[in-house]
């Protein structure tokens, strides 16, 4: 089955097309009328993390709770195979009361500025987000999801968190916020001048929730397309870049949703970030040492590259998916002549 829909009207020369490959085993009751919870989650991919999305997706499914229904979109390139979006539907023959549809952004975003300074390479799927409220033009709300994570809480706390006054949430970028806006290290500090933007409220885009409602109110997506027309050159940390400086209403989620596995524990954590945290944020964060909910393998701490902390969550995944050996062998292909750790153990410090 598949539904195309008329471009996005503010997408100017990026023309998009949507396509719904597929969207199947709709989620069926569980218990009593009113117990399903449903739950919009948003990625994107393309062929080169055709692997870890699946891997994410399974982590995001095997932790749900048996009330929660994930209505999983995935936004892919015009380029993306038939026989890739089979392989991620293959997952919802164990996990049959979720959904998965996928969209089909055509070319959009092949021109957009890709550079990134640490040279961690992206491809047009990391803009792909911004489209968001246009995409899932009947949701009010979606959880965003990149697709270098790994899920370990069931994540119905996170999509309940109020979002009336906010455009966006995420957890606080304390890479970002220990820099200061003049200091030349800061990639985005020129970007952030031109729009006369403090760092200290920096988000990170990997894990976000997202109120779509009030960002069609606020005409959010113009705002971007703007953004990247007047400073194109400038967006350092692509769409992180723009919807820092574009949202008008940004809330820091909770350090437990979107931790990076560099970060050792939270209680280390929070010992050395209270300095980057305004005091509204310190108390949306809580006062309680939390496990993780959202492991996010960021920059170049990626399993599939080589030995990374907490990789062992990543692997542990990778076994319950429908392809674990050919994972395996994508790896094995990806860190030739690299050592990586083989052993599934899970980390002592969570």
Not at 127 to 149: F, H, M, N, S
Not at 157 to 173: E, N, V
Request: proline letters at 7%; glycine letters at 4%; a negative charge.
């Amino acid at each position: 089955m598949e539904l195309f829909r008329k471009p996005l009207d503010n997408a100017r020369h990026w023309v998009i097309f949507v396509a719904v490959l597929a969207m199947l085993m709709q989620p069926s009751s569980a218990g009593a009328i009113g117990e399903s919870v449903h739950i919009p989650i948003a990625m994107a991919a393309d062929a080169g993390y055709l692997y870890p999305t699946i891997v994410a997706l399974t982590s995001l499914f095997e932790t749900a709770a048996e009330s929660t229904r994930y209505a999983v979109t995935i936004m892919v390139p015009g380029n993306f195979k038939m026989e890739h979006a089979n392989k991620i539907l293959e997952l919802l023959r164990t996990y049959e009361r979720h959904s998965i549809t996928f969209v089909n952004m055509g070319d959009a975003f092949e021109t957009a500025y890709m550079d990134r300074p640490w040279g961690v390479p992206v491809t047009s799927p990391v803009y792909y987000r911004l489209l968001l409220p246009q995409v899932l033009a009947e949701e009010p709300k979606c959880i965003w999801i990149d697709g270098d994570t790994v899920t370990l809480q069931d994540l119905q706390r996170m999509y309940f968190i109020d979002m009336d006054k906010y455009d966006i949430a995420g957890a606080p970028s304390l890479t970002f916020r220990s820099q200061s806006l003049t200091s030349s290290e800061f990639e985005g500090s020129e970007l952030l001048r031109a729009y006369g933007i403090d760092p200290s409220r920096w988000i990170c885009s990997g894990v976000m929730l997202m109120n779509l409602e009030k960002m069609r109110e606020d005409g959010c997506v113009q705002k971007f397309l703007d953004c990247m027309d007047k400073y194109p050159t400038l967006l350092h940390v692509q769409d992180e870049s723009v919807l820092n400086v574009c949202c008008p209403f940004i809330r820091a989620l909770p350090l437990k949703y979107g931790m990076f596995n560099c970060w050792p524990d939270l209680r280390a954590l929070r010992f050395w970030t209270v300095g980057l945290l305004a005091p509204d944020e310190l108390e949306q964060n809580g006062t309680e040492e939390e496990a993780p909910a959202i492991v996010h393998y960021a920059c170049k701490q990626k399993p599939w590259l080589g030995v990374v902390a907490h990789d062992d969550l990543w692997w542990r995944f990778v076994e319950m998916t429908p392809h674990p050996d050919e994972i395996k062998a994508w790896v094995a292909l990806k860190t030739e002549g690299r050592p990586r750790r083989r052993t599934l153990r899970m980390p002592t410090t969570w």
